[in-house]
């Protein structure tokens, strides 16, 4: 009973972390129709950025808004100088955001190491709570706490601000919305940036749960892939369901089959795929 | 003059090992035959039927791990074991196929690169087989006919005449009429649909063969390294493959061919200089995909072009 109550709560954990990084991923391709698999590097070297803040001996609300900061700026670079210059052509962006993925992995090598370097959690989040008779540690539950903050405010912001209805209409039918006055090319650099920081800020969450390591961003791609293609691409309520499936499922499978647990990840998606190929809430087949 | 310089090219690779001086730059040719064989095998799906893939490195570990676990773990021979490993990479590509042949355009390449991940996480994590990060080593290369191809020459003939013979097939399959029906279903795949082909199928084929001609690199990898891990198999490795393709020219014969030389001479070139071929992998990336798309075989006919309508 305790393993199936602390393996939950480690699920929840993930899933927060995922829906931060997918939630961006999933409103990029959305209004972009790009695949950003930079996406990964940007959670790294978020968590890099907080790390470094950290190190400093700085808090770690700083650290986040550092990280946020940090990577949403990058994002809007990235957006400016490289993506807007091969608009309409899909592909070779997507290949440039490979290119930057690569780069950030490599350059992050050189200026922080090769070894795993942990992150501690601030010093009143440290610790458990008792429930039940077990020991829950509060950093997972403020990780989850924060997600849903995170999911009410993109919620919010897509559902009741004027820009929220500008980007739901570019992401149903841009051609249309750019036709009655939609500003396309800035919803691009806002929703880019926005991503980005949200992975950013996503990586500094997840640094006191997984630390941060080179191959971090290749280990968080996939998993946005998954998330994204399981919940539909350019859909916020997919990549929340999609986030906290693969969060269970990723979660007791490395419990449970520690040598398979990969592979039972990608399990529900070839599924999904092979049923229903553009994802549980997806509206846009690319 | 065509068919003359082809004739030039091939007694050039022919005498190489002759005027190269030294093993070091026999092994690199050999390499980057290889690198070649497994960007022409990319081509076909990238550059004809127009999907991209970023998993093609996964039909490499594929090919290398089974080939190097039935010699190793089983004793089989150096024939059977290459023959199964063919065999089976192919299979599997052909089970891929159906899958992510459900997507075009990005979703493919998400889907491929979720397969190539797959691929990495078993060799990476299922260790009782695989061996983890350690890998399988403990390989020998094989010796036809009492040729011992350990030697760097041996060795590198024989990669050539595998690489022409990939070459020769490959020629055969684009410019055979299935071929033309491969590149309509890029150009046009509603058309080709309202005419009568099996649009889906047409991929389906292609996908699979691009796995078998990618399984035959596999081999000759593991045969070159005697060493295969999951390192192989990583995402980097996938998008290497796919800027061969890119930078030499997708869609045409000899443009992942010069591709790959050029990105192993920038690769041993730089790691002389640098620790960082990763950074500057990135950097090409995304300088030949801003400025040159359409590759260097394209661009050196478009400055040919404009050189002979100038006259």
């Not at chain 1, 039918?173 to 650099?189: C, E, H, K, N, W």
């Amino acid at each position: 009973m305790s393993f199936w109550l602390i393996q939950s709560l480690n699920s929840l954990a993930l899933g927060g972390v995922l829906f931060t990084l997918a939630a961006g991923f999933s409103l990029i391709f959305g209004l972009m129709r790009i695949a950003n698999l930079s996406h990964g590097a940007y959670f790294m070297l978020g968590a890099y950025v907080g790390l470094s803040v950290v190190e400093a001996g700085y808090s770690f609300f700083l650290a986040m808004l550092a990280s946020i900061i940090t990577i949403g700026l990058l994002g809007v670079i990235v957006e400016r100088v490289i993506l807007r210059r091969l608009a309409g052509n899909s592909l070779s962006q997507v290949l440039a955001t490979l290119g930057i993925a690569f780069v950030i992995a490599d350059c992050s090598l050189w200026f922080w190491g090769g070894d795993p370097r942990p992150v501690s959690a601030p010093s009143f989040l440290a610790g458990g709570v008792e429930m039940l008779g077990l020991t829950f540690p509060i950093y997972r539950i403020a990780v989850v706490v924060c997600s849903m903050v995170v999911a009410l405010g993109l919620w919010a912001l897509l559902e009741k601000t004027k820009l929220g209805v500008m980007i739901r209409a570019s992401v149903d039918d841009r051609q249309m919305a750019q036709g009655i006055g939609v500003p396309a090319t800035r919803l691009f650099s806002i929703v880019f940036c926005l991503g980005a920081a949200l992975a950013g800020l996503g990586g500094i969450v997840a640094a006191p749960i997984l630390s941060v390591y080179p191959g971090l961003d290749a280990d968080m791609l996939p998993l946005a892939l998954v998330v994204v293609i399981l919940g539909g691409l350019g859909s916020l309520a997919g990549a929340f369901i999609g986030s906290f499936l693969i969060g269970f499922i990723y979660s007791f499978g490395q419990v449970l089959f520690p040598d398979l647990a990969y592979i039972i990840l990608f399990l529900p998606m070839l599924i999904i795929l092979a049923v229903r190929p553009r994802g549980l809430f997806g509206k846009i087949t690319a | 003059m065509n068919r003359l310089f082809s004739a030039l090219i091939l007694l050039l690779l022919i005498a190489l090992p002759a005027i190269s001086g030294g093993s070091y730059y026999t092994n690199l040719a050999s390499q980057i035959l290889i690198a070649a064989i497994f960007a022409m095998s990319l081509n076909l799906l990238v550059g004809y039927a127009g999907l991209t893939s970023l998993g093609h490195a996964g039909y490499l570990g594929l090919a290398a791990y089974i080939s190097s676990w039935l010699m190793v773990k089983w004793g089989w021979s150096h024939t059977s074991s290459a023959a199964l490993a063919i065999v089976s990479t192919t299979a599997i590509a052909g089970i891929f196929g159906l899958i992510a042949l459900r997507a075009t355009g990005i979703s493919f390449l998400m889907i491929t690169l979720a397969f190539g991940q797959i691929l990495w996480g078993l060799a990476y994590r299922w260790a009782s087989v695989t061996g983890g990060d350690n890998g399988i080593s403990g390989l020998t290369r094989p010796s036809p006919f009492g040729i011992d191809l350990g030697e760097a020459n041996n060795f590198y003939y024989f990669t050539l005449m595998v690489f022409i013979l990939v070459w020769v097939v490959i020629a055969i399959f684009i410019h055979s009429p299935f071929g033309a029906t491969i590149r309509g279903t890029k150009d046009q795949p509603r058309r080709m649909s309202a005419l009568g082909f099996n649009v889906w199928f047409i991929r389906w084929i292609t996908f699979t063969a691009c796995g078998f001609f990618g399984s035959i690199g596999g081999i000759l990898y593991v045969y070159y390294h005697q060493f295969i891990s999951p390192h192989s198999l990583s995402l980097a490795n996938s998008a290497e493959m796919l800027l061969m393709v890119i930078a030499g020219g997708a869609g045409t014969l000899a443009g992942p061919v010069i591709g790959a030389a050029l990105v192993l001479l920038l690769k041993n070139v730089a790691s002389q200089y640098i620790d960082h071929w990763v950074t500057l992998l990135g950097l090409v990336f995304i300088l030949i995909v801003m400025f040159i798309p359409g590759g260097i075989v394209a661009g050196l006919e478009r400055i040919k072009n404009s050189l002979s309508s100038s006259k």
